[in-house]
């Protein structure tokens, strides 16, 4: 079982940067890839971006290319999400999720992750 907890979520200001970070509490060498997904208000959880734990690879929902990153420590078994030149509509719970066993590809569906954190509130104020 793997237990996720997010944190560095906060309130900023439109154009602000936030670091969130997601740490692994169990051995992660079954896990296969990592993502953040964020869910606003009345809206549907929606994939913000994912790395391949193995390889590195990363994707990266198209709102947030050139202004997010994501990035692994295998070590510290953490992922984290760098945000840059964030926006009001980005307002939202930020979730970290995690996919065991083998992956082809680095998944960005909400259905290819089996553990997820509890979420961080991340708010952009106009």
């Known amino acids: 079982q793997v237990q996720l907890v997010e944190s560095g979520g906060g309130l900023v200001q439109a154009g602000d940067s936030l670091r969130l970070s997601c740490a692994a509490s169990a051995s992660t060498f079954n896990i296969c890839a990592m993502g953040w997904f964020r869910q606003a208000p009345g809206k549907e959880r929606e994939f913000v971006a994912s790395?391949?734990?193995?390889?590195?690879?990363?994707i990266y929902a198209d709102s947030v290319k050139g202004r997010f990153t994501i990035s692994r420590d295998n070590v510290k078994n953490t992922v984290y999400l760098q945000m840059n030149g964030l926006k009001p509509e980005e307002t939202a719970v930020y979730y970290c999720?995690?996919?065991?066993?083998?992956?082809?590809?680095?998944?960005?569906?909400?259905?290819?992750?089996?553990?997820w954190g509890r979420g961080t509130q991340v708010t952009v104020s106009s």
């Open positions: 790395t391949h734990w193995i390889d590195g690879s990363t």
């Open positions: 999720a995690a996919r065991s066993g083998v992956c082809l590809y680095t998944p960005r569906s909400y259905s290819d992750y089996r553990y």
